[in-house]
């Protein structure tokens, strides 16, 4: 597995970016966290005043065999079923993004089902769907990195193809419950504080899902410390490529939108590979999934919304593409006391 690496921020294009909020017609921090965010994407991208033209959602979706286990309120199949909605424009999804000007990119990383040669669909699946994780390893840990290289070659074609914001999103019946064990393993907390109802499991199932997930913690005894274990031992293939996304746009000075919980559950995986990418991602939202509080705080991050969200998809993170495209106008397209003739405090 070939990873780039993450480049500093640019502190320059940060501090021209911070000079200039000074400048505009408003009384210094007086805009807040919009201001913040302007100056955190001139640092991602080295651009003073950066301008997003082409933005993208890249949709990882795969199945999971811990399902078998009575983890989700819905079968399998629904995964494909919700990849072809995805492909007809119909998901919420393709209505934020249609409302945002976003591209949406869609890939199967490991649908259990297969699905016919589709123009609009990436077919890079790993293997239908991972293992049970409650009986052995969700996968192997060459397949964990091909899963994660799949993710990285894809984003780069998007950068090359114009792409200069990018929004994390994903689609698997049973992902919650690799996500909470993921995020169990990685903070050291009870499976049972991290371990939301996922799809709308009662509460029997919910009981179910946290026993699943600490014998499966008790099973493998995943390695905090190493992101790409922790992955392959309890993680997922859209998991997998989301990671490699994360790193890959961080790595090109893309900035990278991150959706809810099972986003955050690869952005923690991508903060183990490499830890310098912590300045590269935006917290789009705080998920009603208990365990995403419990992420954005491992990773230091503060979210822009927060909406009781726990759909994915990406659909807050490109709910947040709104709020970054203001950010950069407002830095760009204000005027300086100086250019209006307005006079600036003495």
Same mark, same amino acid.
Request: with cysteine; charged share 20%; net charge negative.
């Given at each position: ?263 955050? #559950? *690869?952005? /923690?995986? %991508?903060?183990? @590979?490499? +830890?310098?990418?912590?300045?590269? =991602?935006?917290?789009?939202?705080? !998920?009603?999934?208990?365990?995403? #509080? *419990?992420? /954005?705080? %491992?990773?230091? @991050?503060? +979210?822009?919304?927060?909406?009781? =969200?726990?759909?994915?998809?990406? !659909? ?9 495209? %203001? ?15 307005? !006079?600036?405090?003495?």
């Amino acid at each position: 597995m070939k990873m780039r690496k993450i480049p500093p921020i640019d502190q320059d294009a940060a501090q021209a970016a911070r000079l200039r909020q000074l400048t505009l017609t408003k009384p210094p921090g007086s805009l807040g966290r919009l201001e913040e965010l302007s100056i955190q994407l001139a640092g991602i991208t080295g651009n003073p005043r950066p301008k997003f033209e082409h933005k993208t959602v890249i949709i990882m979706a795969g199945d999971h065999g811990v399902c078998a286990e009575g983890v989700s309120a819905y079968p399998s199949e629904v995964t494909q079923q919700m990849v072809y909605n995805f492909l007809h424009g119909g998901a919420a999804i393709n209505a934020l993004a249609r409302q945002a000007g976003a591209k949406v990119v869609i890939v199967d990383m490991g649908v259990v089902e297969n699905f016919p040669p589709i123009e609009s669909l990436i077919q890079r699946k790993i293997a239908a769907g991972t293992r049970n994780f409650a009986r052995m390893p969700a996968m192997t840990a060459e397949q964990a990195e091909a899963a994660v290289s799949i993710g990285i070659e894809i984003v780069e074609q998007e950068i090359e193809a114009g792409a200069d914001l990018i929004a994390t999103g994903e689609m698997g019946i049973g992902n919650t419950t690799a996500a909470a064990a993921m995020t169990a393993a990685f903070t050291g907390l009870p499976a049972r504080d991290v371990t939301g109802r996922g799809t709308g499991i009662d509460e029997a199932g919910w009981q179910r899902k946290v026993q699943v997930i600490e014998a499966a913690l008790e099973l493998h005894s995943p390695d905090p410390k190493n992101g790409l274990e922790v992955l392959s031992k309890v993680g997922g293939f859209e998991i997998a490529g989301l990671v490699g996304v994360i790193t890959g746009a961080a790595a090109r000075r893309v900035p990278v939108v991150l959706d809810g919980f099972i986003s955050g #559950a *690869a952005a /923690l995986v %991508a903060y183990r @590979l490499r +830890p310098g990418i912590q300045p590269f =991602l935006i917290a789009s939202h705080q !998920s009603v999934e208990v365990g995403h #509080a *419990a992420i /954005l705080q %491992a990773l230091g @991050l503060q +979210p822009l919304l927060t909406l009781d =969200l726990r759909l994915g998809e990406g !659909s807050g993170a490109v709910l947040a593409f709104h709020l970054i495209e %203001a950010a950069s106008r407002l830095l760009d397209d204000m005027t300086t006391f100086e250019e209006a003739g307005v !006079s600036n405090k003495e």
